[in-house]
């Protein structure tokens, strides 16, 4: 629990703050959901979300570490997938989204 005061104007206005924690039900013991913490790794099922391969459905093969330039010149940290249809691309990593299952 967090607990804040404020004071202002020489002691006229006095208020308190009382933060409490959110329930953690879903959460691990270091306070983190584990899917969350796990992140993108091989084998992580995804859709993609932009052109050209919008709204594919696939499964991460390998996150490469190096920095590599996409159409509009910018460098991204990118992701291979495996599509369902057997496809292998390499997409920007911001332009996917994790499938829940």
Do not use: C, H, W
């Not at 879903?26 to 995804?46: C, F, H, N, Q, W």
């Not at 940290?77 to 390499?90: C, N, P, T």
């Amino acid at each position: 629990m967090t607990f804040a005061a404020t004071v202002i104007a020489a002691g006229l206005i006095d208020r308190q703050v009382v933060l409490r924690p959110r329930e953690m039900s879903r959460l691990d013991e270091a306070g983190e959901d584990a899917a969350i913490s796990a992140g993108m790794v091989p084998g992580t099922p995804i859709r993609i979300i932009r052109n050209p391969y919008f709204g594919a459905i696939g499964e991460v093969v390998s996150l490469p570490i190096e920095l590599q330039v996409v159409e509009t010149g910018s460098k991204v940290r990118v992701l291979e997938a495996l599509l369902e249809d057997g496809r292998k691309v390499i997409v920007p990593r911001a332009n996917v989204e994790i499938i829940e299952e």
